[in-house]
């Protein structure tokens, strides 16, 4: 799972991270493969030079989220079936982004590592921190419960399901207000800060897309790129749990607006790259 975390870590509006947002939207709609040559016009597109592209392919191969394979004598890159799973997952967490209700369940998960594992600990903190749970405590978490299947997968994967339990439960009964435990559980501040950048950086981004297809596409995968953590760090707490001017709100009907704008242009665009025949 090296590949999701090196995922979360590439700071949006780097070359890395423009590179995965590019291969996440296209790569499987092209049939899970792009020459090198698409790959490195489409990051042209959005300003980044053929040698940092080639830097990033590199790195993405190491990371195994690509592999190298050649079709009909043209060299490309084709998705790493882990990557493949990566990106199905993220589909689902960009794209539809969720919230819960006042009366929805919350899951809380409780676990024991010992000190003689105390980088496993760390690795299973970093990630739950990374889908949206909340810390309670050294060994309890939180989030809301359509974040179970997740947490599921990443004790699984790490071999700690039999040190875990998780309790599927009703609203939280805390000492004094929700919003006042929630604001303990989960950095509240970072999380607005987040909602507010993305809101800044497409403050000025046209409601309807410029005709110039390259244009297009640029600011849809910058949107995207932009976005796609915060629907991981951001669980979607129920509204009476935060502070009454909470942004999450107008950031997630920002990002739709633009997405559903943007989307078909963006797509013309990647055909017309692809239509283009390739040198052997």
């Not at 209700?101 to 590592?113: A, E, I, K």
């Not at 596409?217 to 790129?225: L, N, S, T």
């Amino acid at each position: 799972m090296s590949a999701v975390l090196d995922d979360m870590d590439s700071r949006p509006g780097s070359t890395t991270s423009l590179l995965r947002t590019i291969i996440g939207l296209y790569l499987r709609g092209a049939g899970g493969w792009m020459s090198s040559t698409q790959l490195i016009t489409l990051m042209e597109a959005v300003d980044v030079s053929p040698a940092l592209t080639r830097t990033a392919l590199s790195r993405l191969r190491r990371k195994e989220v690509l592999t190298a394979s050649t079709r009909g004598g043209v060299s490309g890159h084709a998705v790493g079936e882990r990557a493949r799973q990566m990106l199905e997952r993220g589909d689902r967490r960009i794209h539809e982004p969720r919230s819960m209700g006042p009366d929805d369940s919350w899951c809380l998960v409780y676990f024991t590592v010992p000190e003689t594992a105390r980088g496993l600990r760390h690795q299973l903190r970093r990630r739950l921190h990374w889908i949206g749970c909340g810390t309670v405590g050294p060994g309890l978490w939180i989030c809301p419960r359509y974040l179970q299947a997740e947490t599921e997968e990443i004790l699984e994967d790490l071999g700690l399901r039999d040190r875990s339990v998780l309790f599927v439960t009703g609203r939280p009964q805390a000492a004094g207000s929700l919003r006042e435990a929630v604001a303990g559980w989960w950095d509240l501040e970072e999380l607005a800060g987040l909602h507010h950048a993305f809101l800044d950086r497409q403050r000025d981004v046209p409601s309807v897309p410029p005709a110039e297809g390259a244009a297009a596409f640029a600011a849809y995968v910058r949107c995207i790129d932009s976005w796609r953590i915060i629907p991981y760090l951001d669980p979607g707490l129920p509204t009476d749990c935060l502070p009454e001017d909470w942004p999450g709100a107008a950031s997630s009907n920002r990002f739709l607006q633009l997405r559903d704008a943007y989307r078909p242009e963006a797509l013309a665009y990647v055909g017309s790259i692809r239509s283009v025949p390739q040198a052997v």
